[in-house]
Structures are given as C-alpha cells and as structure tokens.
C-alpha cells in the first residue's frame, strides 16, 4: 500500500511567518505535487517535482516556493504567510502514466 | 480559466438508486481522465479511469463514460449506498516533463439518503 504522510494535520501561523509544509512516500514514486483545495474550487496545482531536484510550477506558485533534496521528500515553503494562504494543503505522490495519484491526509492550514 | 468543470456542486440521491455525476472539459488534448473520491479530513482516493482513446471503464458498481466529441465525461454508480456520501472530484491528466499533471473539478457532493 502506497503511504503518503504530511508533518502535520493542523498549523496554525501567524502573518509574516515562514511556514514548513513537508510530505514524505515510502514507494519509490517519481512524482510528487503540492495542491491547495477551496471550497468551490476543487484542487488547485501549487508545484509539481518529477524528479530530485527538479521542481516545476503549477498553476497557483505565487506565494510559494519547494525544495526536493531526497525522492521520498517534497516540502512546500510559504516565504511570509499571508491570510490568503489559508486553506488545506494536499500532497500526492506518482508514477504511472495515468496520472494516477496518491494523496496524502492534508494539512489544514490557519494564518492569521 | 477552468479546464475541467462540474457544474453541480451538489447531488442527493435515493439509497439504491442510481447516482450520476457529471463533468466538462475544454481540452481536447488530455490523455486520462480520473475521478477521485473524498472524506471530510482525509485526502482524495482514487476511484475510477478512462484512457482517452476508450469511451467505458466498468469497475464493480462504478462506470465511467467519455463522450469525446462533447468534451463530456459523467460517473454512474449503481446500486448507490451510504457509504458513498463525499465530495467527487473528476481531474483530467496531461504529459509535463515526465510527469502526468492533473487539472481537477471544483468537485460535487454527493449524498446517498436512507
């Protein structure tokens, strides 16, 4: 069984704060992705990683940045957490051809 | 400007009734299409796919249709029961690098009464 597991279910940070969001996949995958999910806007690409070291940006990157030293580690950095970056944070992991992902359980993060 | 749509944000549906979800898409250059499912404070999990070169993939009590030249992809499943109540999300997949990236709906709750 695949396990994707985040640092931490529930942060909360203060405005200003560099926050660490950190994901971590015990199967070898070579994908790995950062999504945020809004109510009514379903699941948004923040950065992707398709290998070590390599980072490319989604859709949403403003704000963000990430790092990939190690294949089973895909972290996401707020540089100065803002209230608009309160949201839950997914991460998922991959290697098929599908696009078939796993995610992990979320962190649900509060700025304020 | 959003590439996958689902236009429902909300379904109710009888138990053992059927349960039809339905999502848009704009490009026609998406290889796969997935749908996902979600508990409250869990993470999405995988359901079902459809290559875009199929137009049904049957899995048990869930099939999903592709109607390529309306750009319209819909998920039945029958016999509907309570356990399935959560949020559905249909994401479609393109090549980047290597990777398969996912462009999701804004998702659609469903929710199977007794």
């Known amino acids: 069984d695949v396990k994707v597991t985040q640092s931490s279910r529930y942060l909360v940070k203060r405005t200003g704060e560099k926050v660490f969001l950190e994901c971590v996949q015990d199967m070898d995958h070579e994908n790995m992705f950062w999504y945020r999910q809004d109510p009514g806007l379903g699941l948004r690409l923040i950065y992707f990683?398709?290998?070590?070291?390599?980072?490319e940006k989604g859709d949403i990157p403003e704000g963000y940045s990430v790092s990939r030293e190690k294949k089973e580690r895909f972290s996401l950095i707020l540089e100065s957490a803002s209230t608009n970056q309160t949201s839950m944070y997914l991460c998922?992991?991959?290697?098929?051809?599908?696009?078939?992902?796993?995610f992990g359980p979320g962190t649900r993060l509060t700025v304020t | 400007d959003q590439q996958v749509k689902q236009n429902s944000p909300s379904l109710s549906v009888q138990e053992g009734r059927i349960s039809i979800l339905n999502c848009d898409y704009t490009n026609s250059m998406f290889d796969y299409f997935l749908w996902y499912k979600k508990y409250p404070a869990e993470g999405p999990t995988f359901l079902i796919s459809i290559s875009s070169i199929k137009d049904k993939n049957e899995d048990g009590r869930f099939t999903v249709f592709l109607n390529k030249s309306a750009k319209h992809l819909s998920l039945h499943i029958v016999p509907s029961q309570p356990g399935d109540s959560a949020v559905y999300f249909c994401a479609a997949s393109e090549g980047f690098g290597g990777a398969q990236k996912l462009v999701f709906g804004q998702g659609t709750r469903l929710t199977i009464n007794p």
């Open positions: 990683s398709y290998d070590v070291k390599m980072k």
């Open positions: 998922a992991s991959s290697v098929g051809t599908d696009g078939e992902q796993y």
